[in-house]
Each structure stands twice: as C-alpha cells, then as structure tokens.
C-alpha cells in the first residue's frame, strides 16, 4: 500500500471499553496503596518497579514492542500501514506520597486501552501508535519534575539525571539500576509524529463550569527553589531572644514571605513551601539547619521572573535580621510552554463532534507533554477533579467523565494517525 494512501477510519462508532479502563484503573492502585483509597509509588521505589511491571507485562499481552531506555522511560509501539514516527500517547505511573490513582496512570492506561480497542475491532492506522510511560515525571524523590520526559527530549543529560540525590541519599543512577529499568535505549528518544496526552485536571475550573473536556493550550511556567538556612543551635531555654540566631524562624518567614509575594503578584501566580526540614529538629534545641523547598508557578514568564526576584530579595532580608546565613539552589525552572494550536483545535473539534462541552485552558500542573512540546506537535486533553483536589488520596473523577475523555483521546490519536491524501 502506498504511503500516501488515503485510509479513513469512521471515528463515529469508536468507543474505548470503560470498565476494562477502570479495572485496570483499580488494580495498578492495589500497588502501593495508602489510606483514603489513594497510591504512593514514589519514583524508583519499590513500589515503583512494581507498577512498571504490571503495565509492561499490559503492554506485551497486547503484542506491542516495548523499549525501555536509559533514563526507564518505558515505550510501547504498535504498527501502523506505514512505517515512521509514531503518533504518542503517555503520561506516567510514579506518584507523590499522598497521590490519587488517576494522576498519570489514567494516560498510561488510556492510551492502553485506545490501542486494544483498536485491535479489538481490527483496525489499523496509517502512522503507528504508541503508549508511553516515562519516569520520575512527579519530581518528588528526586528532582526536577518530569525529570524522563525531559530527558527523552535531550532537555537533561542522563548522565546529569543518574547523579541527582534526593534528601534521603538515594541516587537516580543506583534506584533506577536496582529496579532493573535502566534500559538499553539511547536518550535522546526518536520524536513521534505528535503527542497527545490524557490527564485529570487536577484543579477546580472544569467541575466550577460544569465542563466535560478541556483542550490544554499550554503548561505555566515552574520554579523550584531549595533554600538552606544555616543558623545556630542553641539552648531553647537558657538563650535570650537577642542572641539567637534561628534557622526554624527563617524557614516559618519564608513561608509567609511566599504566600504574601502571590497574593501581591494576584493573577496566576502560586507560591507553596511544600518542605520544612529542619536540624536537630528537636523541641529543646534551636534549630541549626532549616531545609526549605519553594514551588513558584505562573503562565506569564515575566511574572514568574518577579516572583523570583521579590523572593530572592526576602531571603537576602531575613538573613540580614536573623543573622543567619541563606544559600539557594534551583531544582526545577521551566518556562511557561504553548501547545500546537492544531493540536489543540483538534481536541476541541473532537470533543464537541462528542457532544462534549469543551473549553480551552492552561494547565497549572506540569505534564510530560510540555516537554514532548519541545520536539513534535503536542496537546493534552482533561477532564474534571472532583472538589479540584489532587496529589491527596481523595483526589477522584467520575466514571463517566474519565471514559468520556478516554474516547475523546481515541478519536484524537486515529486523527493525527490518518494520513491524508497529499
Ligand atoms: O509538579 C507538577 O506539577 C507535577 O505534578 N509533576
Ligand atoms: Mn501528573
Ligand atoms: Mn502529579
């Protein structure tokens, strides 16, 4: 068959099977389980490999060819009526701590389930179709976020990856060598013909408008920050207030100093401290050492850079009053990125072909797709977080909006999987 041949797929029939979607759904989350119905797989755990595992032996049940590469992100590949770049789908597995069971392993298992559905009936693309997962997307072990994807697109050495700690010691190289996902796969990988990825929100605006699919134009701009404030231990009882010099204080400033640059900045501007770890960290002692990790966001750079700079100046303040000192390291900084308006307008078109109510909207979350942005036309398709919440175990989407934005991704990927008459 030539390359060029014309090969419609009616989309109109095309429906995933839902509850094999949610079974899949709910025996990935008997890994790792917590309380709340919720999953920690922290990247390179245990619990990790373990997930990877189920879905791998998914992916080779289904007959796909599965490569694995340096960094363990994890490729599935079908075959289409023609040979060349896949059209991708994917998302990740990992988790943070306190994790719902659909933040990523709904795009994995989407895209599993758009590829057996496919064969199910028989149906062959014209560009092959693959299902991706790729490692340490969450960042919480070890950081940056997205740390796999970022190497699959040649944006972090593996080499400058393996060597990242976390704060218990661990290192990338040695976790990822343990669990056995250190792959035979150079990375850079080979950029697909498109990516598109499936995601909950993880927000509030889709449920706030009683809106069933968003068309993601883009991912906000991410800054992580660890700041060690190196003060003195002392006496709690016998030091006077005069001469301390307390790195517990200093990290409790920071703190505010991050919600009140936010609130000052309004629009979208987030600030969190997500991490105070402080030494001895004890009830008697003045705290020496305080470990503090800062996550500023914003879809606008320039106000990200603000953000940025009004927080540098806090801490230069707080070191001068406390007499303490301050040092900073970047762990993540990714600008704000915009998907590829075609991509997106298919999404759209697709959902409302659907019936679906859509609308277009940036993702505050970062997502392997911003990085797959760097190298092929991308986009990402949402659907509602009950109440907004996330990365908490309560963090829940019904049954019939996740199939929905399932179907949504099928009809999408068949789309960018068909080539047109030239
Ligand atoms: O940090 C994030 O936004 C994502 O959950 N990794
Ligand atoms: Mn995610
Ligand atoms: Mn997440």
Request: proline residues 5%.
């Given at each position: 068959?030539?390359?060029?041949?014309?090969?419609?797929i009616?989309?109109?029939?095309?429906?995933?099977?839902?509850?094999?979607?949610?079974?899949?759904?709910?025996?990935?989350?008997?890994?790792?389980?917590?309380?709340?119905?919720?999953?920690?797989?922290?990247?390179?755990?245990?619990?990790?490999?373990e997930?990877?595992?189920?879905?791998?032996?998914?992916?080779?049940?289904?007959?796909?060819?599965?490569s694995?590469?340096?960094?363990?992100?994890?490729?599935?590949?079908?075959?289409?009526?023609?040979?060349?770049p896949?059209?991708?789908?994917?998302?990740?597995?990992?988790?943070?701590?306190?994790?719902?069971?659909?933040?990523?392993?709904?795009?994995?298992?989407?895209?599993?389930?758009?590829?057996?559905?496919?064969?199910?009936?028989?149906?062959?693309?014209?560009?092959?179709?693959?299902?991706?997962?790729?490692?340490n997307?969450?960042?919480?072990?070890?950081?940056?976020?997205?740390?796999?994807?970022?190497?699959?697109?040649?944006?972090?050495?593996?080499?400058?990856?393996m060597?990242?700690?976390?704060?218990?010691?661990?290192?990338?190289?040695?976790?990822?060598?343990?669990?056995?996902?250190?792959?035979?796969?150079?990375?850079?990988?080979?950029?697909?013909?498109?990516f598109?990825?499936?995601?909950?929100?993880?927000?509030?605006?889709?449920?706030?408008?009683?809106?069933?699919?968003?068309?993601?134009?883009g991912?906000?701009?991410?800054?992580?920050?660890?700041?060690?404030?190196?003060?003195?231990?002392?006496?709690?009882?016998?030091?006077?207030?005069?001469?301390?010099?307390?790195?517990?204080?200093?990290?409790?400033?920071?703190?505010v100093?991050?919600?009140?640059?936010?609130?000052?900045?309004?629009?979208?501007?987030?600030?969190?401290?997500?991490?105070?770890?402080?030494?001895?960290?004890?009830?008697?002692v003045?705290?020496?050492?305080?470990?503090?990790?800062?996550?500023?966001?914003?879809?606008?750079?320039?106000?990200?850079?603000?953000a940025?700079?009004?927080?540098?100046?806090e801490?230069?303040?707080?070191?001068?009053?406390?007499g303490?000192t301050?040092?900073?390291?970047s762990?993540?900084?990714?600008?704000?990125v915009?998907?590829?308006?075609?991509?997106?307008?298919?999404?759209?078109?697709?959902?409302?072909?659907?019936?679906?109510?859509?609308?277009?909207?940036?993702?505050?979350?970062?997502?392997?797709?911003?990085?797959m942005?760097?190298?092929?036309?991308?986009?990402?398709?949402f659907?509602?977080?009950?109440?907004?919440?996330?990365?908490?175990?309560?963090?829940?989407?019904?049954?019939?909006?996740?199939?929905?934005?399932?179907?949504?991704?099928?009809?999408?990927?068949?789309?960018?999987?068909?080539?047109?008459?030239?």
């Open positions: 068959m030539s390359p060029t041949t014309n090969h419609r009616d989309v109109s029939g095309l429906e995933v099977n839902g509850e094999r979607l949610m079974r899949r759904l709910r025996e990935l989350a008997e890994i790792g389980p917590i309380d709340g119905g919720g999953v920690s797989r922290l990247a390179l755990t245990d619990v990790d490999k997930g990877r595992d189920l879905v791998v032996t998914w992916m080779r049940d289904l007959g796909l060819e599965v694995i590469d340096s960094i363990g992100n994890v490729v599935a590949a079908g075959r289409g009526r023609t040979d060349g896949p059209v991708m789908t994917g998302s990740h597995i990992d988790t943070v701590a306190t994790g719902g069971i659909y933040d990523g392993n709904l795009g994995v298992l989407s895209g599993l389930e758009v590829i057996e559905t496919l064969a199910e009936r028989g149906i062959v693309t014209d560009r092959p179709l693959a299902v991706a997962f790729f490692t997307e969450e960042g919480a072990r070890f950081p940056p976020d997205m740390m796999g994807s970022l190497c699959y697109v040649g944006g972090m050495t593996v080499e400058e990856a060597s990242t700690a976390s704060a218990d010691g661990a290192v990338v190289g040695d976790e990822l060598e343990r669990i056995g996902y250190r792959g035979p796969m150079p990375c850079p990988g080979p950029a697909p013909h498109a598109v990825e499936y995601h909950i929100e993880q927000g509030p605006v889709l449920e706030e408008e009683d809106v069933a699919i968003g068309a993601v134009e991912v906000q701009g991410i800054s992580w920050t660890e700041v060690t404030v190196q003060g003195q231990s002392n006496h709690a009882g016998t030091t006077p207030m005069r001469l301390r010099r307390d790195a517990g204080l200093v990290a409790g400033e920071v703190a100093a991050v919600r009140r640059i936010a609130q000052e900045l309004g629009g979208d501007q987030v600030g969190t401290v997500g991490s105070i770890r402080l030494h001895p960290s004890l009830v008697n003045v705290a020496a050492r305080a470990v503090v990790t800062v996550d500023l966001r914003n879809t606008d750079e320039q106000a990200l850079q603000e940025e700079r009004r927080l540098a100046a801490l230069d303040r707080l070191a001068e009053a406390e303490v301050v040092t900073t390291r762990t993540a900084r990714f600008e704000p915009v998907f590829d308006p075609a991509v997106v307008d298919l999404v759209a078109a697709t959902a409302a072909d659907m019936g679906l109510s859509v609308r277009r909207m940036p993702s505050g979350a970062g997502h392997d797709a911003q990085m942005a760097r190298v092929c036309p991308t986009g990402m398709v659907v509602p977080s009950v109440k907004g919440i996330s990365h908490n175990p309560a963090e829940y989407t019904e049954p019939e909006d996740l199939v929905a934005g399932a179907n949504v991704l099928l009809r999408t990927l068949v789309k960018l999987a068909t080539i047109d008459d030239e």
